[in-house]
């Protein structure tokens, strides 16, 4: 009896990891609303727990298509994310037309567009403030101090809490593209201010890893934090050769979730099959082993075999 006492206690006071979610994040979207390629990923499409969209494919569909796409999504038990520039560019000047950055009063136009589509939206995944807002130097990249990109981004994404309670905020940065001096300063620093300010925790840190340098330090600490901190940590799955053709993608995504599995990298909570390339050429295909989604099976099978 005290064992079992103890047990709640401890689930009580730290709060246990949901199970392992795949998400897809294909660089088209096409197939969910188009029925007559239903039937193409009905097996892989099982496995997916959350669909992750580019804002601009918010932004830029027309607003019946972007119902359909909600609807056969909501019809399937499938979560709906939105990657997401949580920062606000000065018009021609720091953060104008850079990754991460919008302009002002960017959120109330998606967030009213998704609810006029009869939608809504489970995560928000921000994409790379850290890098793009605070390391990478270059024209109109403003090297702003963490505590700033916080607060900068909790203003931001505050009409999100409100208008979608439950919505959980997560962040994506490409961490071995940075010194591990650095990211293991500021990651930790964010996640701190971030909660400070909104009262939320970052939910999730998803790698975008950069394949062809030693990625395995900055993916073991980055797991061992979000940890620490009750998030989930993910990976992105794709090629290490963004401009390679569609095969060659593949080859290389395969490749890279082959050579994850294979070592003692820790499992991902969220396994991220994202393309922001022109290839894979087809998104969805449960017997064509070139399409974007056979990696899902892909990667449960190899998970199987090396786990």
Known sequence: MRKIIALAVAL????????QQIWFAPNNTDMLNNNARDAEWSQTRDNVAVFKFYYQIIRDTPLPIL????????????????????????KN?????????????????I????????????????????????????????????????????????????????????????????????????IPQFLSEYKRITG????????DVYWQGDWKPAVEYTSKLMKENDSRFGVIFNSAVQSAQPYAWMMSARENIKVYLSGNSP???DVVMQSWNKSPKSPV???????????????????????
Request: charged share 25%; proline share 9%; hydrophobic share 40%.
């Open 12 to 19: 009580a006071v730290f709060p246990a990891i949901s199970a």
């Open 67 to 90: 119902r359909d796409k909600f609807n056969y999504l909501r019809s399937h038990n499938i979560k709906v994310a939105i990657e997401w520039p949580g920062l606000t560019w000065h």
């Open 93 to 109: 000047g720091l953060g104008y037309k850079i990754e991460g950055f919008q302009e002002p009063g960017f959120s109330q136009k």
């Open 111 to 186: 967030i009213k567009k998704v609810k006029a589509a009869n939608g809504y939206v489970d995560y928000l995944a921000l994409d790379e403030p850290i890098f793009f807002a605070h390391f990478k130097e270059g024209k109109n990249h403003p090297q702003i101090d963490i505590p700033t990109i916080a607060s900068m981004i909790a203003y931001n994404v505050k009409p999100f809490y409100d208008a979608f309670p439950g919505i959980e905020v997560g962040d994506i940065e490409p961490i071995n593209q940075m010194p591990p001096d650095v990211y293991k300063k500021v």
């Open 200 to 207: 939320h925790p970052i939910a999730f840190m998803h790698a």
């Open 267 to 269: 499992m991902p909570d």
């Open 285 to 307: 295909g449960d017997t064509d082993p070139h399409s974007h989604s056979s990696l899902i099976q892909y990667f449960k099978t190899e998970e199987k075999l090396r786990r």
